[in-house]
């Protein structure tokens, strides 16, 4: 199309308020950069008001349509068909837009992947170390909770892995005939474990 009109421009304005990216008419801005260079020589008043009339419109249908291309950018990166109807440079646009889209979702994904990598380390090191504290000897359903300082003076008469008292302390690991000075409580479930022996003064 070389020749268009101030009409011709109100159409596609018209026709640019849809939801979907309208077609233009074929080399539209070609016929407009020629249609304002010829109007603007005319120095009557109706000429230069349709030439300040036409920008106008011709700006909103430019954001109208840089609007509806990010849009569907963001649509594509959710896997919808990309758009219809884009003229060259907007299709570069577009594909610009994508590939900015893509590499920031990536750059995300690895500082998320990162990080999470990093709590999942740390995750299993809780874990790994809760293991090695989990008592191997003291299984009580009913843990006994600590009524008091008092301690007790025993015997280890069996090997005894590491373990958490019912006072939330560690204790271990024990050889077999080593002596332990152990608060009450868990002195005695050692005891009902037959796993220690009263030293007596």
């Known amino acids: 199309m070389d020749l ?13 308020k849809d939801e979907q990216l309208q077609k233009l008419p074929d080399n539209f801005f070609g016929s407009v950069k020629s249609w304002l260079s010829h109007k603007q020589k005319n120095s009557d008043s109706a000429s230069l008001l349709e030439v300040h ?6 700006d909103d249908i430019l954001k109208r349509r840089e609007r509806k291309i990010v849009l569907s950018a963001m649509r594509t990166m959710r ?9 060259d440079s907007e299709r570069r646009f577009f594909d610009e837009i994508v590939m900015i889209m893509k590499a920031h979702r990536q750059d995300m994904q ?3 992947m990162g990080y ?19 008592p191997e000897i003291i299984e009580d359903d009913e843990p006994i909770q600590p009524s008091n300082d008092k301690k007790k003076f025993v015997k280890i008469t069996s090997d005894i892995p590491k373990f958490v008292g019912s006072d939330m302390e560690t204790y271990g690991p024990f050889n077999k005939g080593e002596m332990a000075n152990l608060p009450e409580e868990v002195a005695e479930v050692l005891l009902s474990r037959d796993v220690a022996e009263v030293m007596t003064e």
């Open 79 to 87: 896997g919808e068909v990309p758009p219809v109807n884009l003229i």
């Open 110 to 112: 690895e500082k998320m």
């Open 53 to 58: 009339n036409a920008k106008k419109l011709l």
């Open 4 to 16: 268009i009109s101030y009409e011709t421009i109100r159409a596609v304005h018209r026709a640019e």
């Open 116 to 134: 999470a990598e990093v709590v999942e380390s740390k995750i299993d090191d809780i874990k790994k170390t809760m293991g090695d504290m989990k």
